[in-house]
C-alpha cells in the first residue's frame, strides 16, 4: 500500500500553465507504475497519463498529447504532472494513481488513489 497526496492545483486563464505533484509515502513508491486521471463534473474518470516504474515509458490520452507531460522521481517519492496551454475542457479534479496495472489507461487496474486536486481553467 501506499498513500498519495496532490498537491499544485488552482485557478489558471486558458492558454496558462500548471504543474501537479503527487507525493506518496512508502517504502515501494519506486516499483509502482503511476497514473495520472481526471473526472470533471457528470463525466467519468478518465485516463490522462502514466509512466512507468523506471521513467522507461510514458503514456498520454490523445487529448492531452503534446501539452502534458508526467515525470517522477524515486528519490523524492514523487510524480509530476506538467500541464501547458491548458483549455477550458481541462478542467476537472486531478487523481494520481499507483499500481502495476496490466493496462495502464485503465481505472480499475490501479489500486491506490490521492484525494485530487481541482484544476480549473478559465476561458
Known amino acids: 500500500q501506499v498513500q498519495l497526496v496532490e498537491s499544485g492545483g488552482g485557478l489558471v486563464q486558458a492558454g496558462g500553465s500548471l504543474r501537479l505533484s503527487c507525493a506518496a509515502s512508502g517504502r515501494t513508491f519506486s516499483t509502482y507504475t503511476m497514473g495520472w486521471f481526471r473526472q470533471a463534473p457528470g463525466k467519468e474518470r478518465e485516463f490522462i497519463a502514466g509512466?512507468?516504474?523506471?521513467?522507461?515509458?510514458?503514456y498520454y490520452a490523445d487529448s492531452v498529447k503534446g501539452r502534458f507531460t508526467i515525470s517522477r522521481d524515486n528519490a523524492k517519492n514523487t510524480v509530476y504532472l506538467q500541464m501547458n496551454t491548458l483549455k477550458p475542457e481541462d478542467t476537472a479534479v486531478y487523481y494520481c494513481?499507483?499500481?502495476?496495472?496490466?493496462?495502464?489507461?485503465?481505472?480499475?487496474?490501479?489500486?491506490?488513489w490521492g484525494q485530487g486536486t481541482q484544476v480549473t481553467v478559465s476561458s
Open positions: 494513481a499507483a499500481g502495476a496495472p496490466s493496462y495502464y489507461y485503465r481505472v480499475d487496474n490501479y489500486a491506490n
Open positions: 509512466i512507468k516504474w523506471n521513467s522507461a515509458a510514458t
